[in-house]
């Protein structure tokens, strides 16, 4: 597949550093050969750049648009990325992606709108982010939440402490047919492991698991985790616009508090949210004793969404101090993530980790519903259709031989039946399955779920 990436930013150098590795022609353009020297000098990657403007007619032909299968476009400005996005459409680009900063260009009545000036696909991190966020509250005990087929499947992402019944145990012995989980997925120190029968799980793991909504109590009491309370109150530092959509979003049932630092966007704030159970409040989040004096020790959940991440890393390991034991913080700076993970803040949000999932399932040949980074675990988790025809559909998921690094979790069949996968299940053509893999493997599920044509075929 030919992709021409717009922007040699975060979200645009780490889509074209993955997919680099799995022998996609890949061009990135930007301006600033600082910036692709750079990315060029951090690794062993088979890229072409181009220091051209993305909006330059005649840099996107240098580029190739004009033939290639799909155009990114995630400068750091809106208007750019649209205009470049409509230059390559009419240049030839065959779908096009553009990352924006205005939720009102996600909504659904605007899609055909941007589909006929040659956006074919909208990317706004912010939304993507609240949502989250949000996932990452729901349930304080939790690292990472993931709901696929409305909740048919849930993907749990758990902290494991000494107080965990299942550590120590080879998983062979622990998960039988008749255990209601599977741990698909466990991330020790800088190690993400793939787990087979002969892994256990450690005190200190994030262990992933699998299963459905019936059973996520007793994953809580065999992670240990009885003890921790229901979210209700949440404070937020910050009052960005991925802090309003969280507000926005936030269940009715949460009292919330916003601190801010800025009065005209306190201003702002209160105009925009006129949700009585929201409060915002003028001062600095840095600021402990605001923080205690506005009932800090009395919140379920506390939320760093500044833009700035070392700001947002010591305001949680603060609220952890004071008793806090659900805290999300937004780590902006990807190479911050990992000490940030080390300090054992709480659930970990990046923007740009985010939205390059989410457009990297654009780019799979496989019908592929949904795409996650696990964020800390150099992992990431798909929602993939079976396709008629496909090797998946062909023999028993003991028989595909797949590769090292990859497992299959459960699928969804039917009006929303979730069921989780075993050696011995026969996976139907229109099931939707859920897959784990190491980061830079899941283009080679295209092999398994793809109809046998040879043929490209995009999804957005």
Partial sequence: ??????????????????????????????????????????????????????????GLKEGGVHHCDLFIAVTPEETRNITCCMLAHTLGARKTIARVDTAEYTMPQYRELFQQMGVNSIIYP???????????????????????AGGALVMLGVKLREQARITGIALRDLCDAQTPYRVVAIKRGDDTIIPTGNDELRNGDIAYFMTTKRYIQYIREIAGKDDYEDVRNVMIMGGGRTSVHVAEGKPDFYNMKIIEQSEERCHRLNEILEDSDIRIIQGDGRDTALLLDEGLSDMHAFCALTPETETNILACLAAKRMGVRKTVALVDNMDYISMAEKLDI????????????????????????????????????????????????????????????????????????????????????????????????????????????GGLHLFG
Avoid at 427 to 452: A, E, T
């Fill in 1 to 58: 597949m030919k992709i021409v990436i717009a922007g040699a930013g975060a979200v645009g150098s780490h889509l074209a550093a993955l997919l680099s590795r799995e022998d996609q022609d890949i061009i990135l353009i930007d301006e600033n050969p600082e910036k692709t020297a750079r990315l060029l000098n951090s690794g062993d990657l088979d890229m072409m750049t181009l220091n051209v403007s993305p909006t330059s007619i005649i």
């Fill in 126 to 148: 912010e939304g993507l982010a609240a949502r989250e966020i949000l996932d990452g509250i729901k349930r304080s005990w939790v690292r990472q939440y993931w709901e696929v």
């Fill in 346 to 453: 709480g659930t970990i949000i990046n923007k740009k980790m985010i939205a390059a999932g989410r457009i990297y399932q654009m780019m799979l040949d496989t019908d592929a519903h949904n795409v996650k980074c696990l964020t800390v675990a150099s992992a990431d988790v798909a929602e993939i259709v079976c396709q008629e025809g496909s090797l998946a559909c062909a023999k028993p998921v003991c028989e595909l031989r797949l590769p090292s690094g990859i497992t299959l979790g459960g699928y969804v069949r039917g009006e929303n039946q979730g069921a989780l996968i075993y050696g011995n299940t026969q996976l139907q053509p229109g099931d939707r399955v859920v897959v784990f893999c190491k980061s830079g493997l899941i283009k080679q599920m295209d092999r398994y779920f793809s109809k046998k044509t």
